[in-house]
């Protein structure tokens, strides 16, 4: 018998794929079975050879989300290439650290596009083709979001990164109010502190270091991999009857 979790004949879109979250899912979901496509504007070599190195096939697709100019053309380049689109993962984001009270318009401007408009319209383009899908093929579409610790809190110096990540939940569930019918799950996943370019500034510094860590019952930094189980899940058939939901994986930082 098929396990639920097996993903082999689904083709995967990762965005910001070639480091941190992204590449974890990425090699997470191909250790499953899923060929992928690696969407970003840095090429995704390395995430390549790892997939690769598993039998999948791994296609990288050039794009800058930091417009949605190009959500159209990667949804056709990876139909053409891979011949589907069944599971996205929205993972690409950016942060950007200010106090609030000197905040400007183009860090507010810059996170909200990429993190949060991208995000949505790239979900759209992903939906329309995940919804001409005939009944017969008995395939259901699956979108997986990448929020935060700051869907649920309100942070301190990212007033765009927490009102864009608190915008992702919101849109999780909207989507998936929409689209359930339509035969797509849309989830999210909250990671939680994770070692990556992105907390590079916060791992350096050695008071916020210690903060976090004392917050997190696990008492460590998490890794990209540890994230990939979570991805694995709500892209496989075993999460049909999951819904709009926000699965922190976290450590146990929200239950402090
Ligand atoms: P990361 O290492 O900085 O990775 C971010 C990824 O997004 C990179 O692949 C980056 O590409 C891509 N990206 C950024 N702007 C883009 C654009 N305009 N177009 C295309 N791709 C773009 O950080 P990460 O921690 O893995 O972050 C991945 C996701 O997890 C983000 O949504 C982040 O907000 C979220 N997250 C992270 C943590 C954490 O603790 N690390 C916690 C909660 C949520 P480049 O390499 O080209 O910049």
């Known amino acids: ?15 910001g794929a070639n480091t941190g979250i992204g590449q974890g899912i990425a090699v997470a979901l191909a250790e499953a079975g899923a060929d992928i496509a690696a969407v970003g504007r840095s090429e995704a070599s390395e995430t390549a050879d790892k997939v690769r190195a598993l039998g999948r096939k791994c296609e990288l697709v050039s794009a800058d989300l930091s ?10 380049s ?41 995000l949505f319209f790239l979900s759209q383009a992903a939906a329309r083709h995940m919804t001409g899908w005939s009944d017969q093929q008995g395939k259901r579409g699956k979108i997986v979001n990448i929020a935060s610790m700051l869907t649920f809190q309100g ?3 990212v007033p765009s990164y927490t009102a864009s990540k608190s915008g ?22 909250a990671p939680g502190y994770i070692a990556t370019n992105n907390t590079a ?9 210690r ?13 990209p991999k540890d994230i990939g189980g979570a991805a694995v899940f709500l892209a496989s058939s075993a999460a049909d009857y999951v819904q709009g939901h926000i699965l922190a994986v976290d450590g146990g930082w ?3």
């Open 211 to 223: 903060q976090i860590m004392e917050r997190i019952p696990e008492g460590r930094w998490g890794d």
């Open 168 to 189: 992702v939940g919101g849109l999780t569930k909207l989507m998936a109010n929409e689209w359930a019918a339509r035969g797509i799950n849309v989830n999210a996943i």
């Open 78 to 118: 990876v139909v053409s290439s891979l011949g589907s689109l069944d599971i996205l993962v929205n993972n690409a984001g950016i942060i950007r650290r200010e106090d609030a009270l000197d905040f400007s318009e183009e860090d507010w401007d810059a996170v909200m596009d990429t993190n949060l408009k991208s």
């Open 1 to 15: 018998m098929n396990s639920p979790f097996d993903l082999t004949g689904r083709v995967a879109v990762v965005t």
């Open 67 to 76: 417009s949605i100019a190009p959500v159209g053309d990667v949804v056709d």
């Open 155 to 157: 942070g301190i110096r």
């Open 201 to 209: 500034a916060l791992q350096a510094d050695e008071t916020r270091n």
């Open 254 to 256: 929200l239950a402090r």
